[in-house]
T-cell receptor
Framework: AQKITQTQPGMFVQEKEAVTLDCTYD???????LFWYKQPSSGEMIFLIY??????QNATEGRYSLNFQKARKSANLVISASQLGDSAMYFC????????????FGEGTQLTVNP | SQTIHQWPATLVQPVGSPLSLECTVE??????LYWYRQAAGRGLQLLFY??????ISSEVPQNLSASRPQDRQFILSSKKLLLSDSGFYLC???????????FGNGTRLTVT
């Protein structure tokens, strides 16, 4: 079974600063994928970034980067130059890389960006 | 481009009434389809997923059922709603390995 742990229920950051949201995972699978999603107060789930377990380089998408440490089983999200619009719930998720496999989500971190 | 439609956006239903939530995907073929539920302030719990027409996998025993009558249509149903069925229901699709889940806008269900 797979498990995702997000230990920070809430985080605060000043506008324009960087912030790291923690995510650790537990799996016995050799091949898996790691995802981060953003959920604003409107409720929609927005895909941010993906990292495959065999990817040697950390994934980056604009201001988002994923700090992947395979030995530690962590996949932290780094948001650079925070903006007020980044205030939202952030979810880490993982899946086994097989057809039809489903994503397991963590409990989320509520990020608040202060002006 | 691919789009996912989920309706209704909000729903208030009395205990014991039936439920039908519909989700359709456009612009792709043979997607994997998923129903998730989210309690207030919590993470997402997978309810059902489907890899093809008529193929439904259930993750947790519950008062709900799902059906996939067409390739890009996924329906979540209940014969008799319980108070505990209240929550935010999200439909999603993905194409397979290495691809992300793409979510609909969700249905906020309140059972009274």
């Amino acid at each position: 079974a797979q498990k995702i742990t997000q230990t920070q229920p809430g985080m605060f950051v000043q506008e324009k600063e960087a912030v790291t949201l923690d995510c650790t995972y537990d799996t016995s699978d050799q091949s898996y994928g790691l995802f981060w999603y953003k959920q604003p107060s409107s409720g929609e789930m927005i895909f941010l970034i993906y990292q495959g377990s065999y990817d040697e380089q950390n994934a980056t998408e604009g201001r988002y980067s994923l700090n992947f440490q395979k030995a530690r089983k962590s996949a932290n999200l780094v948001i650079s130059a925070s903006q007020l619009g980044d205030s939202a719930m952030y979810f880490c998720a993982m899946n086994k890389e097989t057809s039809g496999s489903r994503l397991t989500f963590g409990e989320g971190t509520q990020l608040t960006v202060n002006p | 481009s691919q789009t996912i439609h989920q309706w209704p956006a909000t729903l208030v239903q009395p205990v014991g009434s039936p439920l039908s939530l519909e989700c359709t995907v456009e612009g792709t073929s043979n997607p994997n389809l998923y129903w998730y539920r989210q309690a207030a302030g919590r993470g997402l719990q997978l309810l059902f997923y489907s890899v093809g027409i008529g193929q439904i996998s259930s993750e947790v025993p519950q008062n709900l059922s799902a059906s996939r009558p067409q390739d890009r249509q996924f329906i979540l149903s209940s014969k008799k709603l319980l108070l505990s069925d209240s929550g935010f229901y999200l439909c999603a699709w993905r194409l397979g390995q290495g691809s992300p889940l793409h979510f609909g806008n969700g249905t906020r269900l309140t059972v009274t």
